[in-house]
């Protein structure tokens, strides 16, 4: 258990960054199909929910506004967990997605990751993967968070990727927004990462650690 088991159910309000569809593509093709995802940090109204159901996934959310707290609540039965997490509890986070051992992926803010002492043994002990992208994630607008935030995203991984390092290059919406992206899905089957196959939608390097 970590300290921050029983943390506040409340929420903070700086760590609402909502992510558009654009940045949650890439991570499709390595998700094996007609499996359940708990996303952990999303209501209904998620993009993350939203673009794995109209894949074929089953998803489960969960937001600390529905009542149900990462940190005390879990699941029956799922198979991924994949969301945006808050930032500010990005250690107690990785500390309890390591110790659940479901296959996850996470997309966190880059910066200053690596320096925490209780972080660089998490990732020294526990298997994980990265995956990179050539360009900066913009978020959705808040009320709170009404600018572009001043950091790069990767997505962190692990038990999902096929070798440590993957870069994606990300396709950002036209101006059609939303349509833009149902076009490009609804043209392009979901591609399994065994297939040795390459989604229509990004363009995969591979590098072995």
Not at 134 to 160: A, G, H, M, Q, W
Not at 191 to 205: D, G, H, Y
Request: with cysteine.
């Amino acid at each position: 258990m970590t300290n921050h088991e029983f943390a506040s159910d409340k929420v903070n309000k700086k760590d609402e960054y909502y992510t558009k569809r654009y940045a949650i593509i890439p991570i499709l093709k390595y998700l094996k199909e007609n499996k359940t995802i708990w996303c952990p940090f999303d209501t209904e109204e998620s993009n993350y929910v939203k673009v794995f159901r109209e894949n074929g996934f089953n998803v489960i959310s969960g937001h600390i506004v529905d009542g149900k707290n990462f940190f005390k609540y879990e699941p029956d039965d799922y198979d991924y967990i994949i969301s945006n997490p808050p930032y500010s509890l990005r250690e107690p986070i990785l500390e309890r997605l390591f110790k659940l051992g479901k296959p996850f992926a996470m997309l966190i803010n880059i910066s200053g990751l690596f320096d925490s002492k209780k972080r660089y043994g998490l990732f020294k002990n526990n298997p994980f993967e990265i995956m990179v992208f050539n360009k900066r994630i913009d978020y959705i607008k808040t009320e709170v968070n009404n600018s572009s935030p001043p950091f790069s995203s990767i997505y962190i991984c692990s038990s999902l990727l096929p070798s440590q390092f993957v870069f994606e290059e990300l396709l950002k919406e036209s101006k059609k927004g939303v349509n833009f992206t149902q076009a490009i899905l609804t043209n392009s089957p979901l591609i399994n990462a065994s297939q040795n196959n390459r989604n229509p939608l990004t363009k995969l390097e591979s590098v072995k650690s």
